[in-house]
């Protein structure tokens, strides 16, 4: 079986054609090898940034993280103020509202 001839055509295409294609101003033409290499170089921009955000971004969290932990230990340490109401240990006795504990039938 042979592919279609279209394929193994290697003229180049005119800007109305590569219109039709892509879409008008979807596209770059390199005209010679300079251009093409710094058509390469602005689109591998994105790559290198990428790995320093990243390394920013974790240590942004790192940071708040050891912010957050710090504050919260220093509440923990506080001494609460001891409640006015007994607790019920038991699952069958019940608080009165004066504080009573009394059991339940």
Known sequence: MN???GESDFSRLQ???????FGKDRYQVAR???????D????????EIF???MVL????FCGEL???????????????APSSRPRSDSPRTQVTQR??????R
């Open 15 to 21: 800007e109305a054609q590569l219109d039709e294609m």
């Open 99 to 104: 504080g009573i504990v009394t059991p339940v």
């Open 51 to 53: 790995s320093v955000l």
């Open 3 to 5: 592919p279609p001839a």
């Open 40 to 47: 390469v170089n602005l689109a591998d921009l994105g790559k």
């Open 57 to 60: 971004v974790i240590a942004a």
């Open 66 to 80: 050891l912010v957050a932990n710090r504050f919260y230990e220093s509440e923990q340490d506080e001494p609460k």
């Open 32 to 38: 010679d090898i300079e251009e093409l290499k710094s």
